[in-house]
Nanobody
Framework: QVQLVESGGDSVQAGGSLRLSCVGS????????MGWYHQPPGSQRELVAS???????VYADSVKGRFTITRHNGENTVYLQMDSLEPQDTGVYSC?????????????????WGQGTQVTVSS
């Protein structure tokens, strides 16, 4: 059974930093893509950053230059280094993993989600 467990959320002052971790377990096949979504209070979830197995990254415009996503393929772990935090970064951060059927990249993926970790940035 695939599980994703996040950690690292906290309350910080604006300008501070946090490092989120997401550890995957129970995966027979390595995720094609892993990433993070952000859900601000009262708003919909939005993609923050993603990273493919070969290290290709994608960032939301709002976090470019401030957040860095990295991944440890052998441990199915993804990290999000969050610097220069702003109050609008407040919300729940959830990690996800896209695992292709039978481990074959051109087949459809199944997406798995973590439970989320709370980040609160005060001004």
């Amino acid at each position: 059974q695939v599980q994703l467990v996040e950690s690292g959320g906290d309350s910080v002052q604006a300008g501070g930093s946090l490092r989120l971790s997401c550890v995957g377990s129970g995966m027979i096949f390595s995720p094609k893509i892993m990433g993070w979504y952000h859900q601000p209070p009262g708003s919909q979830r939005e993609l923050v950053a993603s990273i493919s197995r070969d290290g290709t990254t994608v960032y939301a415009d709002s976090v470019k230059g401030r957040f860095t996503i990295t991944r440890h393929n052998g441990e199915n772990t993804v990290y999000l280094q969050m610097d220069s935090l702003e109050p609008q970064d407040t919300g729940v951060y959830s990690c996800y993993a896209d695992i292709p059927n039978y481990g074959i990249d051109y087949l459809p993926v199944k997406t798995y989600w973590g439970q989320g970790t709370q980040v609160t940035v005060s001004s």
